[in-house]
T-cell receptor, first 111, second 116 residues
Framework: DAKTTQPPSMDCAEGRAANLPCNHS???????VYWYRQIHSQGPQYIIHGLKNNETNEMASLIITEDRKSSTLILPHATLRDTAVYYC????????????FGTGTRLTIIP | NAGVTQTPKFQVLKTGQSMTLQCAQD?????MYWYRQDPGMGLRLIYYSASEGTTDKGEVPNGYNVSRLNKREFSLRLESAAPSQTSVYFC???????????????FGPGTRLTVL
């Protein structure tokens, strides 16, 4: 069973905030939400992760709902270089869990 | 730091040929991974190595073997290549800082393999 559900594609105007949703209704208490992205033909790149509190780093912000069943990745000022496939992954932070990539959301930034 | 490096970048094989994909990381990471990505699909785990001297199967191990040569290097071998193994192969590594090691994996640039 898929652990996360994401829309297959989204568009966002350059300079605007890109908000990428992810549903993870079966998340368990010790599982974190991770976001990666893959720019065309490159290896995936880690963006951010969180457990239950909102998180922010130099790349993005992560908003997790209080019930932890969904989250939103926010790219505050999208640029053309943010065009990529974005993957939301739910995984325990302990031990040596393996990342499971779904098909993600293809985000296109429009000039 | 070069991060994660992979060789070769491109390879074309004929059915039945063998080859080894090389991966090396200079971040002193304990864990290393091999994934494949077919066109339009997400990544699927082939094999992983939690630490030097150990390897385990992932989601799609059939047709592949791996060797964790040392802490830096993790190679993937195709003994008898098949057209179904045409894919892009990514190597990744991760630090393991005790129990709460986190899952920030660092990926290489990939090897594009075509099997005719």
């Amino acid at each position: 069973d898929a652990k996360t559900t994401q829309p297959p594609s989204m568009d966002c105007a350059e300079g605007r905030a890109a908000n990428l949703p992810c549903n993870h209704s079966t998340i368990s208490g010790n599982e974190y939400v991770y976001w990666y992205r893959q720019i065309h033909s490159q290896g995936p790149q880690y963006i951010i992760h969180g457990l239950k509190n909102n998180e922010t780093n130099e790349m993005a912000s992560l908003i997790i709902t209080e019930d932890r069943k969904s989250s939103t990745l926010i790219l505050p000022h999208a640029t053309l270089r943010d065009t990529a496939v974005y993957y939301c992954i739910v995984i325990s932070n302990f031990g040596n869990e393996k990342l499971t990539f779904g098909t993600g959301t293809r985000l296109t930034i429009i000039p | 730091n070069a991060g994660v490096t992979q060789t070769p970048k491109f390879q074309v094989l004929k059915t039945g040929q063998s080859m080894t994909l090389q991966c090396a990381q200079d971040m002193n990471h304990n864990s290393m991974y091999w994934y494949r990505q077919d066109p339009g699909m997400g990544l699927r785990l082939i094999y992983y190595s939690a630490s030097e001297g150990t390897t385990d199967k992932g989601e799609v191990p059939n047709g592949y073997n791996v060797s964790r040569l040392n802490k830096r290097e993790f190679s993937l071998r195709l003994e008898s290549a098949a057209p179904s193994q045409t894919s892009v192969y990514f190597c990744a590594s991760k630090s393991w800082a005790g129990l709460a090691g986190g899952n920030e994996q660092f990926f290489g640039p990939g090897t594009r393999l075509t099997v005719l």
